[in-house]
Structures are given as C-alpha cells and as structure tokens.
T-cell receptor, first 116, second 109 residues
C-alpha cells in the first residue's frame, strides 16, 4: 500500500473491556513499531518487531498489553481490561531495516482510544 | 531510547518569516530525526541527521547537529500557513524513537 494504515481510527470503550488495534505496514517493510502518545505528551515506545526475531516488548506498560505480528504483515495490539489511563493515540510505524542506512520510520494515522 | 526536549514549546511567526526550534538530549546518539504531526494525527518524517554530520538541508528545512553540546536545531525558512503544526525531534541510538512534547508552530497569515 501507499502508507501505513491503522484501524479503527477512533475507539471508545468502557473501562474493563478488551480492545484490539490493527496496523498494516508498508509492503516490504521488515520492521514494525507501536507507540503511544498521551494528550499533550511525547511519544512512548511500546514494542518492536523485526522479521522473525523475537519482538522487543520492553516498552509495554503492563501485562494487559500484548501485540502480535504474523511474518512481515499485519500487527495487532491488544489491551485487556482497559483502564482510563490507557486513553491515548496509538501509533504504528514501519521501516525497511534491511536497507542499509535507512532508519526512517513511517507512521500511520493512529488510533485514538478513549476509555470511559 | 532517550527523549529529546524541544524548545520553545510554542512559536508564533508571520508568514514568510523563518522558524527555528531546538532539541536537546542527554546521551550519545547514532542519529537524530525530526518529524512533524500531520493533519491526520500521524507523524511525518522530515529529515534524519547522522552523528557524524553537522548540517543537512531538505527543501526549506535546515537541520544542524552539535554532538558536543548534545543539541540540534530545525530551521524552516520562508514559512507558510501549511507549516502550522507540532514538530518533534527524536535522538536515537537504536530503533526506538522517543519524542518529547514538541514545539507547536503557528504561522500567521
């Protein structure tokens, strides 16, 4: 595709419910990243996938957060038992780390999550 | 990863003027990237400068990097209304990007 796409664009949920966010990276990009941006704050790294290597989950804030990626395609970020502090914009990015010297990350439009 | 701190937090300029914003960081880096937030909430990559580079240009953008002072600057020349948005720097040693709250630029007509 032309760029990174994410769905849904907006999600409103009740506290305690589970949510699943989806990211479609740019075709051929080997690396995929999830970030979170809370209102008025900077970007927090959540998780990184690179090819078939074990993902770097060091940024996940709690065990309620998990993410999966099948091969070099779609990724889903799941938040279980959502809390109000999970409200944020969740951004996905992809990059072609196989291309030497290219470290640019291309971001999707994000999913705005509101937990009531 | 480390977070860049952008300064100023907000900047208001007249159309046609130049806008300068700065970024400071704490530890050594491999590269530093500048992004802007687009209208769809996503982040758009503007420019990447490597630690062995001092200055880089891209269109109306000029980025400098001073590794001895652990700082970078982004200059937008001849600003336009479409430049109104938030700008973020991301100093990086690896694949993790971490942005601060950014500099919000408003270009007045």
């Amino acid at each position: 595709g032309a760029g990174v796409s994410q769905s849904p664009s907006n999600k409103v949920t009740e506290k305690g419910k589970d949510v699943e966010l989806r990211c479609d990276p740019i075709s051929g990009h080997t690396a995929l990243y999830w970030y979170r941006q809370r209102l008025g704050q900077g970007l927090e790294f959540l998780i990184y996938f690179q090819g078939n290597s074990a993902p770097d989950k060091s940024g996940l804030p709690s065990d309620r957060f998990s993410a999966e990626r099948t091969g070099e395609s779609v990724s889903t970020l799941t938040i279980q038992r959502t809390q109000q502090e999970d409200s944020a914009v969740y951004l996905c990015a992809s990059s072609n780390r196989d291309r030497v010297g290219d470290q640019t990350q291309y971001f999707g439009p994000g999913t705005r999550l509101l937990v009531l | 990863s480390q977070q860049g701190e952008e300064d100023p937090q907000a900047l208001s300029i007249q159309e046609g003027e130049n806008a300068t914003m700065n970024c400071s960081y704490k530890t050594s880096i491999n590269n530093l990237q500048w992004y802007r937030q687009n209208s769809g909430r996503g982040l758009v990559h503007l420019i990447l400068i490597r630690s062995n580079e001092r200055e880089k240009h891209s269109g109306r953008l000029r980025v400098t990097l001073d590794t001895s002072k652990k700082s970078s600057s982004l200059l937008i020349t001849a600003s336009r209304a479409a430049d109104t948005t938030s700008y973020f720097c991301a100093p990086s040693n690896d694949y993790k990007l971490s942005f601060g709250a950014g500099t919000t630029v408003t270009v007045r007509a």
